[in-house]
């Protein structure tokens, strides 16, 4: 059975930074792809990023673009969420999943692409 282990949430001051982490288990092979989305309180679950195994392309949402970077290990099976430049707005829940096959771009945006997911991560950002 796939699990979703993540892990390196926490409290950080507003300007710091932190890297979460996504292991896979119960599988020989990294996956097609994993995701990133969080849940902030009284909000719905929103894409962050994205890293696609077959050639490494990454998706990033617009209010994390240039502050946070997505990569994978595919030896470790695990992706990683470095966020620099944080802020409260980024204080939430976050979620990794694995896609079980490969999609075009448009599709590693959407939650229903992933077929796994981690039970997350709470990350607090104070200001």
């Known amino acids: 059975q796939v699990q979703l282990v993540e892990s390196g949430g926490g409290l ?54 240039g502050r946070f970077t997505i990569s994978g290990n595919s030896a470790k099976n695990t992706v990683y969420l470095q966020k620099n430049s944080l802020n409260p707005e980024d204080t939430a829940v976050y979620y990794c999943g694995s896609a079980n096959r490969d999609y075009s771009s448009d599709y590693w945006r959407l939650q229903g692409t992933y077929a796994y997911w981690g039970q997350g991560t709470p990350v607090t950002v104070s200001s």
């Open 12 to 65: 950080v001051q507003a300007g710091g930074s932190l890297t979460l982490s996504c292991a896979t288990s119960g599988r020989t092979f990294s996956g097609y792809g994993m995701g990133w989305f969080r849940q902030a309180p009284g909000k719905e679950r929103e894409f962050v990023a994205s890293f696609r195994w077959i050639g490494g392309s990454t998706y990033y949402a617009d209010s994390v673009k």
